[in-house]
């Protein structure tokens, strides 16, 4: 076995268990047995997404939950505010287009998290806008959206508010019916810890009401389908069973441990990496970091596409580089997935390696003794 650690903010290292169970005998989709795991997974995504209303699972990449999101709410020629603060806000303003509807680009600064006056003077000035839609967490900076509070404001208009939190939903609170969520999209290979393969989206009892008239053609992601099949227990196309199995354990798993301590977990990776980064004399590239990510500028002697690279080829530590504006100056370290103690050492150390390979000053024993004793000093 590799001893190969990744660190990437998605796919993520994946739990001993759910190694076994991808590697068990295949059981078809349509047997009692498999129903009984549908059921059970069906019910337990409600407590991930924190919603009474159901969640629905698509054999897709997360990109097919956003397309499911929208295309479920959306009529040609709508008005949507699309908040663009990096490379995934922009692929869904992209989509809608494709789509056909009219989008306003709220540019945010790359780093940086919407301010929710400008979303609000927006939806002031253009009051035919149907559909607000946003990150909860901008993966590609590592910063996170203030969705709470956005929710806040768009539940007093007749707007929908849908969410991509594919790097939220599992990985800190997302609380779809609290919050006033009306789509919310998860994907399987982040805070979901499994392989890629499944997308989630759930949609609010307002966004249902336009569901069903709402104009845009769709046929693999029909909701409307997809709850009628769910009602009589079965999934509208085939399952990928052993996702839904592995899924199966994952979730039970969290309840198990309880989402305010499994969020803790992922938060004391953050906080590990951001204290780290700051040993190191590196500072954050994103002013909202988000728990499921940390972006890190990077020294500007050292080129972050070479760091990358070698740190992958000779430590074996596969972290992100930066997208477009951000290419080569800085990295994107992942905190979702299955990730132990002794991998957060090893990998701080190996960066700190890799960083003085380049011709950065930095002693990598240090920053290893540093990193146990943050961890030690540190439990949850
Ligand atoms: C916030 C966000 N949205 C969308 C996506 C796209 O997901 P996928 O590559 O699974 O289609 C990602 C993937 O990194 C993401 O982080």
Redesign the pocket.
């Known amino acids: 076995m590799s001893n190969a650690i990744l660190l990437a ?2 796919p993520v290292q994946l739990h001993p268990e759910v190694q076994k169970i991808l590697a068990e005998p295949m059981i078809h989709h349509r047997t009692p047995e498999f129903d009984l795991i549908l059921a059970r997974v069906l019910q337990n995504l409600k407590f991930l997404f924190q919603t009474k209303n159901p969640v629905f699972m698509h054999t ?7 397309e499911s999101a929208l295309v479920n709410v959306l009529s040609r020629s709508d008005e949507i505010l699309a908040i663009v603060s990096g ?2 806000g922009e ?2 303003a992209d989509m809608a287009e494709t789509y056909g509807a009219k989008v306003h680009r709220l540019q945010v600064e790359w780093g940086k998290a919407v301010q929710v006056k400008d979303v609000d003077n927006l939806l002031k000035q253009n009051p035919k806008i149907k559909i607000v839609m946003t ?6 900076t590592g910063t996170m959206h203030p969705i709470e509070e956005l929710g806040k404001l768009i539940a007093t208009t007749s707007a929908l508010f849908l969410v ?5 939903v599992g990985a800190f609170p997302m609380k779809m019916d609290e919050w006033h969520i009306d789509a919310l ?1 998860a ?4 805070a979901v810890m499994l392989p ?1 393969g499944l ?1 989630f989206v759930a949609l609010s009892e307002k966004a249902w009401k336009i569901a069903e008239t709402a104009s845009t053609p769709r046929f693999y992601f029909d909701l409307r389908k997809e709850l009628k099949a769910n009602k009589n227990g079965e999934t509208l196309f085939s399952s990928p069973v052993p996702l839904v199995k592995a899924l199966d354990f994952i979730l039970t798993r969290i309840q198990e441990i309880g989402l305010e301590k499994h969020f803790a977990q992922l938060r004391r990776r953050a906080d590990f990496t951001r204290a780290m980064a700051l040993k190191m004399c590196l500072s954050l590239y994103s002013e909202a970091p988000s728990d499921s ?1 940390t972006a890190i500028n990077l020294p500007a002697s050292v080129d972050g596409v070479k760091l990358r690279a070698h740190l992958e080829k000779k430590y074996l530590v596969t972290v992100m580089g930066g997208q477009d504006q951000a290419k080569g100056k800085i990295i994107r370290i992942g905190h979702m997935g299955y990730i132990l103690d002794e991998d957060l050492i090893a990998g701080m150390e190996n960066f700190a390696l890799a960083l003085s390979d380049l011709g950065y000053e930095i002693s990598a024993a240090r920053i290893r003794e540093e990193s146990t004793a943050w961890l030690k000093a540190h439990e949850v």
Do not use: L, N, Y
Not at 60 to 66: A, L
């Open positions: 903010p998605g897709s990449t997360g990109s097919g939950g956003m490379k995934f692929r869904w990150q909860a967490c901008e993966t590609s991509d939190g594919i790097t939220a999209v994907g399987s290979q982040k890629t997308s990510v």
